[in-house]
């Protein structure tokens, strides 16, 4: 990651390990070809800091307010001439015979809104960093989106209620490592069952005093006041993913001493603004995505929480952590087994290593797709009579050759406490356009959306999704592929695209999806922009 003011290598996954000299973190999720080691029992970490925050709104700089962002034409829909089935086959060549059109079904989407997010594209809006990481979440009555380091609040029509601010502003008068340190790599989550935002952020870049900084709104106002706690950490956690749980916020990172790190942090004590603790252990392997409630239906009671990664190119893992709050020598990460899964080759990557290999219109600038990697979030819902968790990753149109066009690999896992079986699996790649850094959620029919962003030497990268429904045939996207965006231009002298994206599920009617990623408006370094685009199944 670099800063465009001071130009200086970011702490990001793979720059970290450059910067430092430690192995890339693609390396170890390569040596994970074997069960990974056993995980270390959990610690407690007592909150070496904790208040409660005055109103965000009233820690903003004066500043003349953003104007609400204009909506685009409508959205382009891409016809289903031509388009392919997305099961994965293995193939050398994924594509369809021009003309051909297998899928019996077709999903209709209905578009609901689409605004500009924060970049260069808002109003008053600066920042240095690239990319940008966006990340989003939406409540009964807000979007609040964060990037590094800056955090915003919109309406659900894009109506900007409090202009884009340095997130650090929510640990003003904290004092230490959280608020001295920009919030780089930050997460936003709504808590559905408390009504509650979730704000984390790793803290101490370049610093010997590291932290994790989480804030948790005291109402469902994201501009009101928030619990604010700060827990030590042994060294700068990169690339934090939050999640929200009945019994626990769980985040996860790669702290590189020796592998990845799983937090728990005491949601019940955090929620009332008392002294909480967390519970930190290690399960011997990199880059795990924690399991986020979606839906009002919670987990079974005394359910463990859920962490999925790739073990190598054709098995993932799944961790369950077991927090007892009152006893923590009873709590327990352990392994729960490998899910066996179609080939793949990781899209502009090897086993060792990874390159840049995404083209895009106009320049030799290559975009690199970091596919060594689950991609956030790990969506969980509660079905009542089976639960199921929904993730995805980038993957080539080839097995011989991780350059080839690549798409989106998403899978369906149920009985995740039990006896874990991959549900269903497909590939979506259509065309021969690249597809990567995408995310999934389901909604509560069932029905799954997965956008991302896709870009091709004769195309600017876009940002897109589409989907299925619950009768769609199993392991296939029917629905109409939707560009939110068509970019009108290419990233140049950078090869680093957007780390993550973020689809979430509207907690109002628990059928709108939302999603935010990164585009381009004209051709650059720095000069991103990013879009908030919502639509749902016209079924739900």
Known sequence: MLNASSVLLRVRSAA????????LSVLAVAAQAAPPTTPSPPVTVQASHYDVSAPLSS????????????????????????????????????????????????????????????????????????????????????????????????????????????????????????????????????????KRWLVGYPAGVGSSIAAMCVAVSTSDDPTGTYARYAFAADSFDDYPKFAVWPDAYYATANDYNPAAIVWAFDRTKMLAGMAATAQVAKPGAWSLLPANLDGSQVPPTNSPAFFVNVLNSNTLGLWRYHVDWSNPLNSTLTFGGELAVSPFQPLCSGYPGFYDCIPQLGTSQLLEALSDRLMYRLAYRNFGTYESLVVNHSVAGSLSNSATPGGIRWYEIRSPATTPVIYQQGTYLPDANYRWMGSVAMDRLGDIAVGYSESSASMYPAIAYTGRQVRDPLGTLAAREVILINGSGSQQNLDRWGDYSVMAIDPSDDCTFWYTTEYLANSGAFNWRTRIGAFKFRAC
Request: charged share 10%; aromatic share 8%.
């Open 16 to 23: 970290f390990a450059l910067a430092t000299g430690l192995a």
């Open 59 to 194: 820690m903003v700089p004066s500043r003349k307010s953003a104007a609400a962002m204009p909506n685009l034409p409508p959205l382009l829909v891409h016809p289903l001439t031509g388009l392919a089935p997305d099961v994965s086959t293995g193939a050398s060549s994924p594509f369809a015979a021009a003309g051909t059109n297998p899928r019996a079904f077709v999903s209709e989407i209905t578009n609901q809104v689409s605004f500009e997010g924060m970049g260069q594209g808002l109003s008053g809006y600066s920042d240095g960093w690239a990319p940008p990481d966006a990340n989003g979440a939406v409540g009964p009555n807000h979007y609040v989106q964060i990037v590094n380091s800056t955090i915003a609040v919109f309406s659900k029509s894009g109506s900007v209620l409090l202009a884009p601010v340095q997130t650090n502003i929510l640990f003003s008068g904290f004092g230490g490592t959280c608020e001295q340190s920009a919030a780089i790599d930050p997460s936003v989550l709504y808590d559905q069952m408390a």
